[in-house]
């Protein structure tokens, strides 16, 4: 039996960025480089149904566009985790909400030492939740 449904992934998805969309500190951020939120929406729904069904459809380079943005900090990256733990906790399915979770932590620890590599080449990068 599969963890989940497209369909709980995109309902997933929708919340968690409706979430963000109106957060103090993330909307910001988000809404200065997102034109289009449904074509956005319809490619995260993409890479989190890869990431949890094993798809394969997600078709993207996450790294230099994360890269490529102005002043992130592993405060935003904590804020963007706690955000979406607060989604996923009301999800019906939990053992979806379960590796989500998990995968969050790592796409947020990875796309952060990337961003730290990349803009501060000597230092040694730091943890998310460090």
């Known amino acids: 039996m599969a963890l989940c449904t ?9 919340a968690f960025y409706a979430r963000v969309r109106k ?4 909307a910001p951020v988000f809404n200065a480089h997102i034109d289009d939120w449904d074509h956005h929406l319809e490619h995260l729904s993409t890479f989190w149904s890869s990431l949890l069904l094993r798809t394969g ?3 993207g380079t996450p790294m230099p566009r994360h890269i490529a943005l102005p002043g992130l900090t592993a405060e935003l990256f904590q804020r963007w985790l706690a955000l979406f733990e607060e ?3 009301e999800q019906p399915n939990q053992a979806m909400a379960k590796e989500a979770n998990a995968m ?5 620890q990875s796309l952060w030492y990337g961003y730290q590599l990349t803009h501060n080449p000597g230092a040694t990068p730091t943890e998310v939740n460090s």
């Open 6 to 14: 497209e369909e709980e992934i995109t309902r997933m998805v929708h």
């Open 23 to 26: 957060d103090e500190q993330l």
């Open 57 to 59: 459809r997600f078709n």
């Open 87 to 89: 989604t996923t906790a």
């Open 104 to 108: 969050a932590q790592r796409v947020a």
